[in-house]
């Protein structure tokens, strides 16, 4: 067997480090598929809350034994990623909600238009770019991120040529926003995704309007949003 030179050990160690690193981190994001097919629900169920072990169960009736897991490994999620930098709990929440299947409104609730909350995105396993958005907003807002540094931006996705919605994280209020998208997985800043034009973007309290990648003209609150209402309307109900 021929030996290494001092540079293949040295580029065969930097292999190795970034492997275990990659599994390190890959240990605070439990994939969905293995979740559902594999892991015990008793090892989903420790650490979650009473209220969120009953609703598991209920979701689990409404949608399937697979939906109560994902419930589960959903709350899993926000208990593992308390401790992280922001930047983890980013890329963590953004990955574990771009597993879900892209489904239109119609074909999934028979309305043209419905907000799902994050329970309802779950149990279908499936939804549209709004309830990608709207759960992740949600898992972030319960992980301690500020409201004032997220927004639910509405854009035209230009490429595809259809409307689409994204959540911008605001590291500073001067800051260009990241974005966690559904389209393209990968975070990035606004200023790197020429394919979307921003329309509107709101949190839980304002509702700005834009013409770039700003952060826009605030024209009011979010109240009137009359699907946004509705969602938070519904979520309170399931979780109170």
Request: one cysteine or more.
């Amino acid at each position: 067997m021929q030996s290494l030179s001092p540079i293949s050990k040295f580029d065969m160690k930097k292999r190795f480090n970034s492997f275990f690193s990659f599994l390190s981190r890959a240990k605070r994001f439990v994939c969905v598929l293995l979740i559902v097919c594999f892991i015990p629900p008793l090892w989903l169920y420790a650490d979650v809350s009473e209220k969120y072990r009953t609703l598991a169960k209920q979701t689990g009736v409404i949608y399937g034994s697979s939906a109560e897991k994902r419930i589960l490994a959903w709350r899993r999620l926000i208990d593992d990623s308390k401790s992280l930098s922001i930047v983890d709990q980013l890329t963590q929440v953004n990955n574990f909600f771009n597993q879900m299947d892209f489904v239109d409104d119609i074909k999934l609730w028979g309305k043209e238009d419905y907000w799902a909350t994050p329970i309802e995105f779950l149990g279908m396993q499936a939804g549209d770019c709004e309830d990608f958005t709207i759960a992740k907003y949600f898992t972030l807002r319960e992980l301690g991120v500020p409201d004032e540094q997220l927004r639910l931006v509405y854009v035209k996705a230009l490429t595809l040529n259809q409307h689409h919605m994204v959540l911008a994280y605001y590291h500073k209020p001067t800051s260009i926003p990241v974005l966690l998208d559904n389209i393209d997985k990968e975070l990035k800043p606004a200023s790197k995704r020429n394919d979307l034009l921003p329309i509107y973007s709101f949190n839980a309290e304002n509702l700005w309007l834009s013409k770039e990648k700003g952060r826009g003209v605030l024209v009011g609150g979010s109240s009137r949003l009359s699907l946004w209402t509705d969602l938070n309307n519904r979520l309170n109900t399931i979780t109170n």
